[in-house]
């Protein structure tokens, strides 16, 4: 398989469930990145994680918490969502400096 | 802060009618400038970097042009394959993490 992959494709969770979502790259990038879609809005960094160390952190609530555990996989755990939540999360990797390759996006639903 | 403005939000083409979609941005020093394409449920799909004023790249009917203050994606005779979300992005050579910062957008629809 080439590419970013993410799973789940699609998600709804309750505000009180724990959930992970999941992204794999196979094109031996060194940096991986976590955004959140919202209609209407740019897309927002959340996390980027270069050479597995955690660079950036934009504010995002403690509520979603990154997970890096080699240059290959990426993470992001939920836990106790709000309706506002809901949106696509899109993982990318790139090789520092240089364009990104995106997934295919989560579309998360919290209800 | 680095700001990246994207016009005009919607664009509706008629097949073959030629235009233009803008990019202005300002950055504390621009590292690159990219183009995205993005279908409905699906994520961005790169189309180019720009790095210098004065550069320009194509891709079939796409061309992109950089300045110091904006970028242009040009699309001739477009066909409605073509219709999509298109992206701007900017990456500052002070951002030590490589982010990219995105503007909101185009929406291109091209109709037969």
């Known amino acids: 398989e080439t590419g970013v992959t993410q799973t789940p494709r699609h998600l709804v969770m309750g505000m009180t469930n724990k959930k992970s979502l999941k992204c794999e790259q196979h094109?031996?990038?060194?940096?991986m990145y976590w955004y959140k879609q919202s209609a209407k809005k740019p897309l927002e960094l959340m996390f980027v994680?270069?050479?597995?160390?955690?660079?950036e952190n934009n504010s995002v609530p403690s509520r979603f918490s990154p997970e890096c555990p080699n240059s290959s996989h990426l993470f992001l755990h939920l836990h106790t969502l709000q309706p506002e939540d809901s949106a696509l999360y899109l993982c990318?990797?790139?090789?520092?400096?240089?364009?990104?390759?995106f997934g295919s996006g989560t579309r998360l639903t919290v209800v | 802060e680095d700001q990246v403005t994207q016009s005009p939000e919607a664009l509706r083409l008629q097949e073959g009618e030629s235009s233009s979609l803008n990019c202005s941005y300002t950055?504390?020093?621009?590292?690159?400038l990219f183009w995205y394409r993005q279908d409905p449920g699906k994520g961005p799909e790169f189309l180019f970097t720009?790095?210098?004023a004065g550069e320009e790249k194509e891709k079939e009917r796409l061309k992109a042009t950089l300045t110091k203050k904006e970028s242009f994606l040009h699309i001739t005779a477009p066909k409605p394959e073509d219709s999509a979300t298109y992206l701007c992005?900017?990456?500052?050579?002070?951002?030590?993490?490589?982010?990219?910062?995105f503007g909101k957008g185009t929406s291109l629809l091209v109709t037969p």
């Open positions: 994680y270069s050479l597995e160390e955690r660079v």
């Open positions: 992005a900017v990456q500052a050579l002070s951002n030590s993490g490589y982010a990219l910062n």
């Open positions: 094109l031996g990038h060194n940096a």
């Open positions: 950055v504390s020093g621009l590292r690159g």
């Open positions: 990318a990797s790139s090789h520092n400096p240089g364009g990104y390759t």
């Open positions: 720009l790095y210098s």
